[in-house]
Nanobody, 121 residues
Framework: QVQLVESGGGLVQPGGSLRLSCAAS????????MGWYRQAPGKQRELVAT???????NYADSVKGRFAISRDTAKNTVYLQMNSLKPEDKANYYC???????????????WGKGTQVTVSS
């Protein structure tokens, strides 16, 4: 089994910052892509940012220049530094990782349960 646990969400004023973390644990051999998605009430889940195992990053246009994704491969952890937060960034943020489990061929996607981010004055 593989578990992903997010942390770092909360309430912040517009213009503020938050740093999200997501740590994977369990029967892990290797992790390929790590990423963050978000889902606001009444909307579909959308990509925020991804980072490959070589460090290549990809961002949604709405967060470019404000958010930064990074990873600590040794700790099976991905981070999302969110700066200049806007009310429209309010959502439940989910981490996602493609994981190869020990003794299992291939990579499979795993989701965390999410952490809430609220941006309000």
């Amino acid at each position: 089994q593989v578990q992903l646990v997010e942390s770092g969400g909360g309430l912040v004023q517009p213009g503020g910052s938050l740093r999200l973390s997501c740590a994977a644990s369990g029967n892990i051999f290797k992790i390929s892509t790590m990423g963050w998605y978000r889902q606001a009430p009444g909307k579909q889940r959308e990509l925020v940012a991804t980072i490959s195992n070589s460090g290549s990053t990809n961002y949604a246009d709405s967060v470019k220049g404000r958010f930064a994704i990074s990873r600590d491969t040794a700790k099976n952890t991905v981070y999302l530094q969110m700066n200049s937060l806007k009310p429209e960034d309010k959502a439940n943020y989910y981490c996602y990782m493609t994981v190869q489990r020990m003794g299992v061929a291939g990579f499979y996607g795993h989701w965390g349960k999410g952490t809430q981010v609220t941006v309000s004055s």
